[in-house]
């Protein structure tokens, strides 16, 4: 019988304090590769990416990661399945997602090199910003007003909803907010850009992009590839508790995006979009 992969892992360890250890167990966040599969309506196939991932929530991860990428548009997607296929071993079968598409696979450049993405943000993306004005527009500016009372919540209402970062302190979280500031839902993942997938693939299979009225937070720092795919998903704000990259600053500018960092306790750097944060 093949074992379905969990969000972690159970392990026993040995614990040094000062001049004693104890042996005792201890949960890890679980660790897995996941290909995503396309499946044109004429049956035709293809591997378009290798990420590493944390268990769970994978069909929203795959939808959200083709979203993002430009692959599928919203109402493509005919069905999705962990793939059964006989050149799939059984132990691999729930770490390997078919998509089944409406329609053709896309031609598109991306997939001639097909994706191979890891949990640390390895080559996952569009190559530069100039790619992404074939497919994106700017958003547009000053629907969303957001207070800085609002903004400074933020963190504390993320961290109270990581369950599994809880558990493990090994995984990062993406959460997304209304625009009064209540968490809508929010996904982990042991790669930060696999969190935001989770998300955008949650509304996206649900009907709900693009997201306009939301704010996305996240752990840790906010990437190129976050920034793209919270672009994708129509998202305006993106908020993070530590530093955002170069590239993701541009791409904020670029695109009318509002971008704060080092959100923490009453205080932030806001890099793009400050028209959209109410401040005297």
């Given at each position: 019988?093949?074992?379905?992969p969990?969000p972690?892992?159970?392990?026993?360890?040995?614990?040094?304090?000062?001049?004693?250890?104890?042996?005792?167990r201890?949960?890890l966040?679980?660790?897995?590769?996941?290909?995503?599969?396309?499946?044109?309506?004429?049956?035709?196939?293809?591997?378009?990416?290798?990420t590493?991932r944390t268990p769970?929530?994978?069909?929203?991860?795959?939808?959200?990661?083709?979203h993002?990428?430009g692959?599928?548009?919203?109402g493509?997607?005919?069905?999705?399945?962990?793939?059964?296929?006989?050149?799939?071993?059984?132990e691999?079968?729930?770490?390997?997602?078919?998509?089944?598409?409406h329609?053709?696979?896309?031609?598109?450049p991306?997939l001639?090199r097909?994706?191979?993405?890891?949990?640390?943000?390895?080559?996952?993306?569009?190559?530069g910003?100039?790619?992404?004005?074939?497919?994106?527009?700017?958003?547009?500016?000053?629907?969303?007003?957001?207070?800085?009372e609002?903004?400074?919540?933020?963190p504390?209402?993320?961290?109270?909803?990581?369950?599994?970062?809880?558990?493990t302190?090994?995984?990062?979280?993406a959460?997304l907010?209304?625009?009064?500031?209540?968490?809508?839902?929010?996904?982990?993942?042991?790669g930060?850009?696999?969190?935001?997938?989770?998300?955008a693939?949650?509304?996206?299979?649900?009907?709900?992009?693009?997201l306009?009225e939301?704010?996305?937070?996240?752990?840790?720092?906010t990437?190129?590839?976050?920034m793209q795919?919270?672009?994708?998903?129509?998202?305006?704000?993106?908020?993070?508790?530590?530093?955002?990259?170069?590239?993701?600053?541009?791409?904020?500018?670029?695109?009318?995006?509002?971008?704060?960092?080092f959100?923490?306790g009453?205080?932030?750097?806001?890099?793009?979009?400050?028209?959209?944060?109410?401040?005297?």
């Amino acid at each position: 019988m093949t074992t379905r992969p969990g969000p972690t892992s159970r392990i026993r360890i040995v614990e040094l304090s000062g001049s004693t250890a104890r042996d005792r167990r201890d949960d890890l966040a679980t660790e897995e590769p996941l290909e995503i599969r396309l499946t044109a309506a004429d049956g035709t196939r293809k591997t378009v990416a290798i990420t590493m991932r944390t268990p769970g929530h994978d069909f929203e991860l795959a939808a959200g990661f083709l979203h993002g990428e430009g692959l599928v548009r919203p109402g493509g997607i005919a069905a999705i399945a962990y793939c059964v296929d006989e050149d799939v071993p059984p132990e691999a079968r729930y770490n390997t997602v078919t998509v089944r598409l409406h329609g053709p696979i896309p031609d598109l450049p991306a997939l001639d090199r097909h994706f191979l993405t890891s949990s640390a943000c390895g080559v996952c993306g569009s190559a530069g910003l100039e790619a992404l004005h074939d497919r994106c527009e700017p958003l547009p500016r000053g629907r969303l007003q957001l207070t800085p009372e609002l903004l400074y919540a933020l963190p504390d209402r993320l961290r109270k909803a990581q369950g599994g970062f809880g558990k493990t302190g090994g995984l990062h979280a993406a959460g997304l907010f209304s625009a009064t500031g209540e968490l809508v839902t929010l996904r982990e993942d042991v790669g930060r850009h696999n969190a935001v997938d989770k998300l955008a693939g949650w509304a996206a299979l649900s009907g709900r992009l693009p997201l306009a009225e939301h704010v996305l937070m996240v752990s840790g720092r906010t990437s190129y590839e976050i920034m793209q795919k919270a672009l994708a998903a129509g998202i305006p704000v993106v908020c993070a508790v530590s530093a955002p990259s170069s590239l993701a600053v541009d791409l904020a500018r670029e695109f009318g995006m509002t971008l704060v960092g080092f959100l923490r306790g009453e205080r932030c750097n806001i890099y793009s979009g400050p028209e959209r944060i109410l401040v005297e």
